[in-house]
């Protein structure tokens, strides 16, 4: 027989119910919460909060990686350059460098 750990189920259930459901809010569960039940919803909060605040900053890193990428197509196009080679230096989609070439035009 599977055997459950109530802990990990607490947690899957936690998380789910902080993700799905937009009208529960996280202070009006732990009320109704035993001190084990909030100290894991606090923890399990916290963990969220955490893999949160990474996923936004590795957003960020992603956007400015891309901005950077437009910003020297840009220096690219006013050198002449050919937009292949700048899609291939830049690895934008030749798609985006001719955008960019339209738009500075």
């Given at each position: 027989m599977l055997?459950?750990?109530?802990?990990e189920y607490f947690k899957t259930l936690l998380i789910y119910l902080l993700n799905e459901r937009k009208n529960i809010s996280l202070e009006?569960?732990?009320?109704?919460?035993?001190?084990?039940?909030?100290?894991?919803?606090?923890?399990?909060?916290?963990?969220?909060?955490?893999?949160?605040?990474?996923?936004?900053?590795?957003?960020?890193r992603e956007e400015g990686r891309e901005e950077a990428a437009h910003h020297t197509a840009k220096r690219l196009l006013?050198?002449?350059?050919?937009?292949?080679?700048?899609?291939?230096?830049?690895?934008?989609?030749?798609?985006?460098v001719k955008r960019i070439a339209s738009e500075i035009k």
């Open positions: 055997e459950l750990d109530t802990t009006g569960l732990v009320k109704h919460l035993n001190a084990e039940g909030r100290e894991v919803a606090m923890s399990t909060a916290e963990q969220l909060r955490m893999e949160g605040r990474e996923k936004g900053r590795e957003e960020g006013a050198l002449n350059m050919d937009i292949e080679k700048i899609a291939l230096a830049t690895a934008l989609p030749i798609e985006d």
